[in-house]
């Protein structure tokens, strides 16, 4: 297995079945996607790109500038991610769902949580969380 | 000493008393006597006579019979004939009454360990066809939207959108729209313009398709034997504009995310919010554009490789098929429901080094998983270096009709973690077993709750059951019809022991 960057500041990995999609960045700012799925689009087609379970790949995707880089770690420390359950499941079993699987580390600490059923559970730690991420890629987005 | 004519005529008695005393295996119904006439002693009604031809022979029976009154004979009753008859006008009335349903089936009524799916079934006496009907109600969702930085945002749940959105988030922004475009159903603007058509009639041909006509069962009840019941399923999917829109007798919303054309993967799932008390017009089947077509990430099928010029499996391939035995448990001793083969196809030099890859396969297969070797089949690759593992069929699978079967009441069969490990129990294990089916459990397979597409006779389980609810009659089986003949009258029946006789049951009659 191919070690995932560290120190982290704060990772979200989607599971669907065996394939995992992770968004990561680590405690200096540093940007990764991994997992071992990934998708490329060539001439509007779309490919997917599949490695065992066991070996996630890492690629390097951008580093966030100081600002933004505070502005994700103030959110975390904010959301109450620490103190939420390590584990959120929808009200009644959904088969063979999605899953979120949230870390984050910050000033010593360091905590996971399980969303089940993406899509169907909600946790407001959580949201808190992918919405502060999702600001913090959009600070590194060029295009 | 006795006289010739007193000897026979104690011989006579001697048999008559055997035959009366002799043991006969044919129901006590069949062995009513008429009632007896006390001035002439019992009179023997038909079934009686045949029994004990066929237990004394015919010989016996003839000379008892001759002592019998030579007038004739109360009525004869209860006779196999009688029940015959009976069966056959009762089976009549039950058909000609028609229809039996349409009644909604709850698979959490009967299964405690479940907790989703719901159809309504009818039956057809006259057709002999259970009609099996699912009702969907179906909700077409963006799978991503593009928000107002310009950036693709994932909608449908799956690792797989996430990373498409990545990829699109990576081109510049000016691209992101026609792509983001592709996620977004025509209705909504999306460019494939017959999609939500195609998947209302995809979601209703592939469902059909995959269970109709699978197992045949037939009524066990005597002399009803020949009524079958042949399964057809009637699958009725229509738009909603919004989740509220579903009707009451729909038994699932359908949540349908669109996706690139192409797409590999996708969450679907099941489920039931409200659990058991929800009932059967209570779920929810989440599912992608692409899931009414066969999937394109061939589940069933495994690329290796071998070390150039040698017998031996690459390391990576050791791996792979190590994960694929330790997915592949063979069946439980006594189980009815055999584990899935496989078929190994091995390139080499020669025919001996392709062999001797074979059996280097089936070394790893039964170290990494105890694969029984008896499970995998030979299939020659020719020259190379490569092989190939396919799983049972090899068929893709279709996820709408996968699905569908847990709206049948079904659970996965594939493997996972925690209650998903190979070789655990299913949520309809034990239901199957109660029907003959012993052995359902979680592995890769070909079956259609694994990764393929095959129906097999546990998945038709609680069509079996609501067949039985629906027509309020518990003598229903597995298999197809069966002739039904009259019984038969008196006859000729040798004497037990002798040549045609049968085994002799130990009588004093000879």
Same mark, same amino acid.
């Given at each position: 297995?191919?070690?995932?960057?560290? $120190?982290?500041?704060?990772?979200?990995?989607?599971?669907?079945?065996?394939?995992?999609?992770?968004?990561?960045?680590?405690?200096?700012?540093?940007?990764?996607?991994?997992?071992?799925?990934?998708?490329?689009?060539?001439?509007?087609?779309?490919?997917?790109? @599949?490695?065992?379970?066991?070996?996630?790949?890492?690629? @390097?995707?951008?580093?966030?500038?100081?600002?933004?880089?505070?502005?994700?770690?103030?959110?975390?420390?904010?959301?109450?991610?620490?103190?939420?359950?390590?584990?959120?499941?929808?009200?009644? $079993?959904?088969?063979?769902?999605? @899953?979120?699987?949230?870390?984050?580390?910050?000033?010593?600490?360091?905590?996971?949580?399980?969303?089940?059923? @993406?899509?169907?559970?909600?946790?407001?730690?959580?949201?808190?969380?992918?919405?502060?991420?999702?600001?913090?890629?959009?600070?590194?987005?060029?295009? | 000493?006795?006289?010739?004519?007193?000897?026979?005529?104690?011989?006579?008695?001697?048999?008559?008393?055997?035959?009366?005393?002799?043991?006969?295996?044919?129901?006590?119904?069949?062995?009513?006597?008429?009632?007896?006439?006390?001035?002439?002693?019992?009179?023997?009604?038909?079934?009686?006579?045949?029994?004990?031809?066929?237990?004394?022979?015919?010989?016996?029976?003839?000379?008892?019979?001759?002592?019998?009154?030579?007038?004739?004979?109360?009525?004869?009753?209860?006779?196999?004939?009688?029940?015959?008859?009976?069966?056959?006008?009762?089976?009549?009335?039950?058909?000609?009454?028609? =229809? =039996?349903?349409?009644?909604?089936?709850?698979?959490?009524?009967?299964?405690?360990?479940?907790?989703?799916?719901?159809?309504?079934?009818?039956?057809?006496?006259?057709?002999?066809?259970?009609?099996?009907?699912?009702?969907?109600?179906?909700?077409?969702?963006?799978?991503?939207?593009?928000?107002?930085?310009?950036?693709?945002?994932?909608?449908?749940?799956?690792?797989?959108?996430?990373?498409?959105?990545?990829?699109?988030?990576?081109?510049?922004?000016?691209?992101?729209?026609?792509?983001?475009?592709?996620?977004?159903?025509?209705?909504?603007?999306?460019?494939?313009?017959?999609?939500?058509?195609?998947?209302?009639?995809?979601? =209703?041909?592939?469902?059909?398709?995959?269970?109709?006509?699978?197992?045949?069962?037939?009524?066990?009840?005597?002399?009803?034997?020949?009524?079958?019941?042949?399964?057809?399923?009637?699958?009725?999917?229509?738009?909603?504009?919004?989740?509220?829109?579903?009707?009451?007798?729909?038994?699932?919303?359908?949540?349908?995310?669109?996706?690139?054309?192409?797409?590999?993967?996708?969450?679907?799932?099941?489920?039931?919010?409200?659990?058991?008390?929800?009932?059967?017009?209570?779920?929810?089947?989440?599912?992608?554009?692409?899931?009414?077509?066969?999937?394109?990430?061939?589940?069933?099928?495994?690329?290796?490789?071998?070390?150039?010029?040698?017998?031996?499996?690459?390391?990576?391939?050791?791996?792979?098929?190590?994960?694929?035995?330790?997915?592949?448990?063979?069946?439980?001793?006594?189980?009815?429901?055999?584990?899935?083969?496989?078929?190994?196809?091995?390139?080499?030099?020669?025919?001996?080094?392709?062999?001797?890859?074979?059996?280097?396969?089936?070394?790893?297969?039964?170290?990494?998983?105890?694969?029984?070797?008896?499970?995998?089949?030979?299939?020659?690759?020719?020259?190379?270096?490569?092989?190939?593992?396919?799983?049972?069929?090899?068929?893709?699978?279709?996820?709408?009709?996968?699905?569908?079967?847990?709206?049948?009441?079904?659970?996965?069969?594939?493997?996972?973690?925690?209650?998903?490990?190979?070789?655990?129990?299913?949520?309809?294990?034990?239901?199957?077993?109660?029907?003959?089916?012993?052995?359902?459990?979680?592995?890769?397979?070909?079956?259609?709750?694994?990764?393929?597409?095959?129906?097999?006779?546990?998945?038709?389980?609680?069509?079996?059951?609501?067949?039985?609810?629906?027509?309020?009659?518990?003598?229903?089986?597995?298999?197809?019809?069966?002739?039904?003949?009259?019984?038969?009258?008196?006859?000729?029946?040798?004497?037990?022991?002798?040549?045609?006789?049968?085994?002799?049951?130990?009588?004093?009659?000879?």
């Amino acid at each position: 297995m191919s070690d995932a960057p560290e $120190p982290l500041l704060l990772e979200r990995r989607i599971e669907t079945g065996e394939d995992a999609y992770i968004d990561r960045i680590t405690a200096d700012g540093t940007v990764w996607t991994g997992g071992n799925v990934a998708a490329t689009l060539e001439d509007g087609d779309l490919s997917f790109e @599949r490695s065992e379970p066991s070996e996630p790949r890492w690629t @390097r995707q951008a580093t966030l500038q100081a600002a933004p880089l505070e502005a994700l770690r103030r959110s975390i420390a904010d959301s109450g991610f620490f103190s939420t359950p390590a584990e959120h499941h929808p009200d009644t $079993p959904v088969i063979h769902a999605s @899953r979120e699987v949230w870390t984050a580390e910050l000033d010593g600490r360091r905590h996971t949580s399980t969303l089940h059923a @993406r899509g169907t559970t909600t946790a407001e730690p959580l949201s808190t969380l992918a919405a502060a991420l999702e600001s913090a890629l959009a600070a590194t987005d060029t295009g | 000493m006795m006289t010739p004519m007193e000897h026979e005529a104690e011989r006579v008695n001697a048999e008559r008393v055997a035959v009366e005393a002799a043991p006969v295996a044919a129901p006590v119904a069949e062995l009513a006597v008429a009632p007896s006439d006390p001035a002439r002693g019992s009179a023997l009604n038909r079934a009686t006579v045949v029994a004990l031809q066929r237990s004394a022979g015919n010989a016996a029976v003839a000379r008892m019979l001759l002592r019998q009154p030579v007038v004739a004979p109360p009525a004869l009753t209860n006779s196999p004939q009688e029940a015959f008859d009976t069966a056959r006008k009762e089976r009549e009335t039950f058909i000609a009454a028609g =229809k =039996k349903g349409p009644q909604t089936y709850n698979p959490s009524a009967t299964n405690k360990d479940n907790y989703y799916g719901g159809f309504d079934v009818e039956y057809d006496p006259a057709k002999a066809e259970l009609l099996v009907m699912l009702k969907g109600a179906v909700l077409f969702l963006a799978g991503m939207s593009i928000d107002p930085a310009g950036r693709a945002q994932a909608i449908e749940p799956s690792a797989q959108t996430a990373a498409a959105a990545a990829a699109i988030n990576r081109l510049p922004k000016a691209a992101r729209a026609a792509e983001v475009a592709k996620w977004t159903w025509s209705s909504a603007g999306g460019p494939d313009s017959s999609d939500e058509t195609d998947l209302l009639t995809g979601f =209703k041909s592939s469902v059909e398709a995959a269970w109709r006509k699978k197992h045949p069962f037939h009524c066990t009840k005597e002399y009803w034997r020949d009524l079958g019941a042949t399964t057809e399923l009637k699958v009725d999917v229509a738009k909603v504009a919004a989740a509220g829109g579903k009707a009451g007798d729909q038994h699932m919303l359908v949540n349908t995310y669109k996706v690139a054309k192409g797409f590999i993967g996708g969450a679907a799932d099941v489920s039931r919010p409200g659990g058991k008390a929800a009932g059967a017009f209570g779920n929810v089947m989440n599912i992608t554009s692409e899931d009414v077509t066969a999937r394109k990430d061939e589940l069933l099928h495994r690329d290796l490789s071998f070390q150039p010029g040698k017998g031996l499996l690459t390391p990576g391939s050791v791996g792979t098929v190590w994960r694929l035995a330790k997915e592949m448990p063979n069946a439980a001793p006594g189980s009815t429901i055999e584990a899935a083969g496989l078929t190994v196809r091995v390139q080499g030099k020669d025919a001996r080094q392709r062999r001797d890859r074979f059996d280097a396969v089936l070394d790893h297969l039964k170290q990494g998983g105890g694969v029984d070797p008896s499970r995998a089949k030979f299939e020659d690759g020719g020259e190379g270096e490569g092989g190939h593992v396919t799983v049972g069929t090899g068929d893709a699978q279709t996820v709408a009709a996968h699905e569908s079967g847990h709206m049948f009441g079904l659970d996965d069969e594939y493997t996972g973690a925690g209650a998903y490990g190979a070789g655990k129990k299913t949520e309809h294990t034990d239901i199957a077993a109660a029907a003959g089916h012993t052995g359902a459990m979680h592995a890769t397979s070909d079956n259609i709750m694994s990764e393929g597409n095959v129906v097999r006779p546990q998945h038709y389980v609680t069509f079996l059951d609501a067949l039985k609810q629906v027509t309020a009659m518990a003598d229903w089986d597995y298999g197809a019809t069966q002739k039904v003949d009259p019984p038969s009258g008196v006859g000729d029946f040798p004497v037990p022991g002798t040549p045609g006789g049968g085994a002799d049951p130990g009588t004093a009659v000879v």
